[in-house]
Antibody, heavy 121, light 109 residues
Framework: QVQLVQSGAEVKKPGASVKVSCEAS????????MHWVRQAPGQRLEWMGW????????KCSQKFQDRVTITRDTSTSTAYMELSSLRSEDTAVYYC??????????????WGQGTLVTVSS | SSELTQDPAVSVALGQTVRITCQGA??????ATWYQQKPQQAPLLVIY???NRPSGIPDRFSGSSSGNTASLTITGAQAEDEADYYC????????????FGGGTKLTVL
């Protein structure tokens, strides 16, 4: 069965960086895109960016363009999201999600369990 | 970038029908997908494409679309359907970005 397992919770100081991992299993890693979504406490889902796992191309939301780096390691079926210059507003749960295309739509069909990143001095 | 607009909150009596809507320019080009999120849980895909349910999603959930508006309908709402619901689609600007709606909190009375 498809599983996305994310790394554990992190506590970071303002200005630091955090790198969250997402290990995929149960499917061919390179045939699906991987997206990253975050959710601040009590807030909406916010799309951050995605990676074409097959060729490594990435695209990020303009909001995060200068601070987020999305990569993947096909040898370990793991995707990564690194966010730099952290500030308190980046405190959130970060999710990876596999995206499938079918029947006319892109759907985030499997999600990781989420990684809580807390930014605090 | 385009936005998707949802009503912040909707309520429904147990066993009744409720419709949750999502409006945005991108919905003229792409179908919305719908996600259910319960507290402290990851979102769960409930509707994708024109009106498709993943395996395990009850058939009381259905989707529809007209123009720039997509709808999620729950026919015969159950107590366990109380959750936040988010719509999502690819942005139609051609920039290969995606967008989520603001979410609708569904209360089952």
């Amino acid at each position: 069965q498809v599983q996305l397992v994310q790394s554990g919770a992190e506590v970071k100081k303002p200005g630091a960086s955090v790198k969250v991992s997402c290990e995929a299993s149960g499917y061919t890693f390179t045939t699906y895109a991987m997206h990253w979504v975050r959710q601040a406490p009590g807030q909406r889902l916010e799309w951050m960016g995605w990676i074409n796992v097959g060729n490594g191309d990435t695209k990020c939301s303009q909001k995060f363009q200068d601070r987020v780096t999305i990569t993947r390691d096909t040898s370990t079926s793991t995707a990564y999201m690194e966010l730099s210059s952290l500030r308190s507003e980046d405190t959130a749960v970060y999710y990876c999600a596999r995206v499938a295309y079918g029947l006319g739509s892109y759907s985030f069909d499997y999600w990781g369990q989420g990684t809580l990143v807390t930014v605090s001095s | 970038s385009s936005e998707l607009t949802q009503d912040p909150a909707v309520s429904v009596a147990l066993g009744q029908t409720v419709r949750i809507t999502c409006q945005g320019a991108s919905l003229r080009s792409y179908y919305a997908t719908w996600y259910q999120q319960k507290p402290q849980q990851a979102p769960l895909l409930v509707i994708y494409g024109k009106n498709n349910r993943p395996s395990g999603i009850p058939d009381r959930f259905s989707g529809s679309s007209s123009g720039n508006t997509a709808s999620l309908t729950i026919t015969g709402a159950q107590a366990e359907d109380e959750a936040d619901y988010y719509c999502n689609s690819r942005d139609s600007s051609g920039n290969h970005v995606w967008v989520f709606g603001g979410g609708t909190k569904l209360t089952v009375l």
